[in-house]
C-alpha cells in the first residue's frame, strides 16, 4: 500500500481557522488547552504543514532556462511587475499555526520523545518558512512566539535583519538536526528526517552565503542602518552548507540512484511511480487511488499546458559525451536540431526528445524505454527543444490528461546536496580534486560522463559560460573555471527543478535574464525534418509568400506571426521577439532581487519599509 501523509489536521480539531482559536476557546469544541496531548494529536496537527508548504505544481518556473507561452513577471519585468494590494509571499498563516502548536504541545504534553519530535517537526518548517520569506523579501519580521489578538508589539512590528532572521534559522533547524528522526518505519521519507533538516540547512546557508559574497551591500539592501559588527560573514555561512552537507554525505543511508544503465538511469529517477528511498531525502507524495495529482506529464504532452520548453542557452551549456564543451565545436552555432544533440551528455536525452526519443514503459516495477518512437511535437515546444522530464511511464493515456500525474517528487535529493557541497567549497576557495570526486563526479559517474578536472578547469573557463550574450560576468579568481563548471553540471542536473531564478539572484545574475531566449537554428525558409525521423515537421515561409501545401509538413508556421527568427528570414527561434522588441525583457537590479511587500500589509503596519524601488504609493 502506498504511504500517503493524510492532511486532517485542522478538521479533526473541530477549528474553522487558527485565528479562532487565538480569540476564544468554546465549550463545545476541541482547544488548544484541550489539545496537543499526544504524539497522534501532534501528528496530526502538523500533516497540514507538509501540504501547505511543500509544492505541489510541477516544475514549471520559467527563466533563462525554461520558458513558456507567455513569459512571466520576473522574465518581463518592468511596469509588468507591480506592488500586490495582497498575497505576492506575504502569507504568514503557517507560522501562526505551528508557534501555536509549539507553545501548547510544551504545556499539554507529558510524552517528551513525541513532544521533542514535533517539536522538531515545527521548528524544521519555521526555518523553511522564513527561508522561503528571506529569498522574496530580504528583511522580515521574526516571530517565534504565539500571537494574542492584542499582542500590538508583535502585531506592528518592524522587519528584522537578515541576520537575526537566518541566526534564528540556524538555531531552529539545528533542533530539528538533533530531535527528528533518522528514518520512519514506512521508509520512504513522505516526513522530515534529520537528513531533511541538515538538506534544508546546506540549502539555505548556501544561499545567504553566496549572496552575501556576491552582494556585498547586502546589509543595506532593505533597510541600511543595521549594525554589522556582530554579523557572520559569507565565508562562515558556506562553511555551515559545507558541513551540513558533509553530514548528509558521510552518515546518511541515502546514495544515487542507479542501475549501472547511464542512458536510462537518471530519466527513470524522475518517471518512476514511488519517490526513490536511495537519493530522495524527502518527497512529495502523489497518488492516483486518492486523486493527489499534478500536472507534470501534460505539460510535455499538451500545448495547451504552458507548452514549457528549455532554452538553447541551456541546451547548449550540456557537455559533448567525451567531456569536451559543445560550444567548442566549430559551427556550434548553426548545426540543425539533429546535429547538435548527438553525442552529448546523456541528460540531454533524457530530458528533451532527441532524434529518435523513446518514452519509458514499466512493468513489474522495472523499468526500461518503448519500442515506440516519439518525434519532437513544434506544435508543443516554443523552442524545438521539447521537455521529457517528468513524464510518467507509457501505458497510462487515462493519466497523460490535464492534472493526472502522480508519480512522486523530490523536495530533496541527494545529487542537490553534491552539488551544495562542491559550489561551496569552491566558492571558499577550499575545494580539492578529491571533493569533487565525492561529489560532483559521483553524479557525472551515474551517467557515463568523464570526471570534472579542478585543474583543467581553472587553467581553461569556459568563455561560453562567462561571456555576456551567454554566461555569467561577475565570476572571477583562481576558481573562476571550477566554479562555472560546477555552474554548468547544477544548470544540467537540477533542469526543471525549480532552482534556476534563485540561483540567479543569489548570484547576482538578475541580468541573465535579459539574455537572448533562443531556441533550435533554421537557416532559412524551407521545409524542415527537425528530428531526423524521415517526416517534415514544420514549413517555414515569408510573409509575402504563399502558404505551402498542407502535405508539406506537420505545422506550416509564417514568420512573424506563427515563427520569429533572430535574423528575419533565417537564425534562432525568438518566442518572445515580440516582447524583445518593446522593451518589455527586463531585470532592474536596483528592484528586482527582491519581491515587494503588499500594499495592504504596509498600510495596517508603517513600520514596515517597502523593498528599494518599489512604489506602493504610501508615504509613512
Known amino acids: 500500500m502506498k504511504k500517503y501523509i493524510v492532511l486532517l489536521a485542522v478538521a479533526l480539531i473541530g477549528l474553522s481557522s487558527c485565528d479562532d482559536i487565538l480569540d476564544r476557546f468554546p465549550k463545545d469544541k476541541m482547544t488548544p488547552e484541550t489539545y496537543f496531548k499526544s504524539a497522534t494529536e501532534l501528528q496530526l496537527f502538523t500533516n497540514s504543514l507538509y501540504n501547505n508548504l511543500l509544492p505541489k505544481e510541477p516544475y514549471n518556473e520559467q527563466s533563462d532556462h525554461y520558458i513558456k507561452t507567455t513569459p512571466a513577471d520576473v522574465i518581463r519585468g518592468g511596469v509588468n511587475r507591480q506592488v500586490p494590494n495582497s498575497g505576492g509571499g506575504w502569507s504568514w498563516g503557517d507560522l501562526r499555526k505551528l508557534n501555536l502548536a509549539l507553545a501548547y504541545m510544551d504545556k499539554n504534553c507529558e510524552d517528551e520523545a513525541a513532544k521533542e519530535e514535533y517539536a522538531a517537526v515545527c521548528k524544521f518548517f519555521r526555518a523553511y518558512i522564513y527561508f522561503e520569506k528571506v529569498k522574496r523579501f530580504g528583511d522580515v519580521p521574526w516571530i517565534d512566539h504565539e500571537i494574542q489578538s492584542d499582542d500590538s508589539l508583535t502585531l506592528y512590528a518592524p522587519r528584522d535583519s537578515r541576520e537575526v532572521i537566518m541566526q534564528h534559522m540556524i538555531e531552529d533547524v539545528d533542533y530539528a538536526c538533533s530531535h527528528l528522526p533518522s528514518s520512519y518505519p ?104 486518492l486523486e493527489q495529482w499534478h500536472n507534470a506529464t501534460a505539460m510535455a504532452l499538451m500545448n495547451s499546458q504552458g507548452r514549457i520548453s528549455m532554452t538553447r542557452k541551456l541546451a547548449c551549456s550540456y557537455l559533448m559525451s567525451d567531456g569536451t564543451r559543445f560550444t567548442d565545436k566549430q559551427g556550434w552555432e548553426t548545426m540543425s536540431f539533429a546535429d547538435e544533440v548527438k553525442d552529448r551528455d546523456p541528460r540531454l536525452a533524457q530530458t528533451i526528445r532527441v532524434p529518435v526519443h523513446h518514452r519509458i514503459v514499466e512493468s513489474g516495477g522495472k523499468y526500461s524505454y518503448s519500442k515506440t518512437a516519439l518525434g519532437v511535437d513544434a506544435g508543443i515546444t516554443l523552442t524545438g527543444y521539447h521537455t521529457a522530464k517528468w513524464l510518467m511511464p507509457e501505458g497510462n493515456a487515462s493519466n497523460d490528461k490535464f492534472d493526472r500525474s502522480f508519480n512522486d517528487m523530490p523536495v530533496y535529493r541527494l545529487a542537490e546536496v553534491y552539488l551544495n557541497y562542491a559550489e561551496a567549497k569552491a566558492e571558499l576557495g577550499t575545494l580539492n580534486q578529491g571533493d569533487l570526486d565525492k561529489s560532483v563526479n559521483l553524479l557525472r559517474k551515474r551517467v557515463g560522463m568523464p570526471n570534472m578536472d579542478m585543474a583543467k578547469a581553472n587553467a581553461n573557463p569556459d568563455p561560453f559560460l562567462s561571456s555576456e550574450k551567454w554566461g555569467y560576468t561577475n565570476v572571477s579568481g583562481a576558481n573562476k573555471g571550477v566554479i562555472l563548471e560546477i555552474r554548468r553540471e547544477r544548470a544540467v542536473e537540477l533542469a526543471q527543478e525549480s532552482f534556476r531564478y534563485v540561483d540567479l539572484i543569489r548570484w547576482k545574475c538578475g541580468k541573465c535574464l535579459e539574455q537572448p531566449i533562443y531556441g533550435i537554428y533554421f537557416p532559412g525558409k524551407g521545409a524542415y525534418d527537425i528530428d531526423g525521423d524521415g517526416k517534415n515537421d514544420v514549413a517555414i515561409y515569408g510573409a509575402s509568400d504563399v502558404a505551402p501545401d498542407k502535405n508539406t509538413a506537420t505545422y506550416l508556421f509564417k514568420i512573424g506571426t506563427d515563427i520569429y527568427l533572430s535574423d528575419g528570414e533565417k537564425g534562432y527561434v525568438q518566442p518572445y521577439k515580440p516582447y524583445t522588441d518593446r522593451g518589455e525583457i527586463t531585470f532592474d537590479e536596483s528592484r528586482d532581487y527582491f519581491y515587494p511587500i503588499p500594499i495592504d500589509d504596509r498600510s495596517l503596519n508603517h513600520k514596515l519599509k517597502q523593498n528599494p524601488g518599489w512604489n506602493d504609493g504610501l508615504n509613512f
Open 186 to 289: 514506512s521508509g520512504l521519507h513522505f516526513r522530515v528526517t534529520k537528513w531533511a533538516a541538515y538538506a534544508l540547512k546546506c540549502q539555505f546557508c548556501l544561499f545567504e552565503g553566496t549572496f552575501r559574497k556576491y552582494h556585498p551591500d547586502y546589509a543595506k539592501l532593505n533597510n541600511g542602518d543595521w549594525d554589522t559588527s556582530d554579523w557572520k560573514d559569507w565565508k562562515w555561512y558556506l562553511e555551515e552548507s559545507a558541513k551540513a552537507a558533509d553530514v548528509i554525505m558521510t552518515q546518511s543511508p541515502h546514495k544515487l540512484y542507479s542501475t549501472g544503465k547511464p542512458d536510462l538511469d537518471y530519466a527513470v529517477l524522475f518517471t518512476e511511480y514511488e519517490a526513490n528511498n536511495d537519493e530522495f531525502i524527502l518527497a512529495i507524495n502523489f497518488d492516483n487511488s
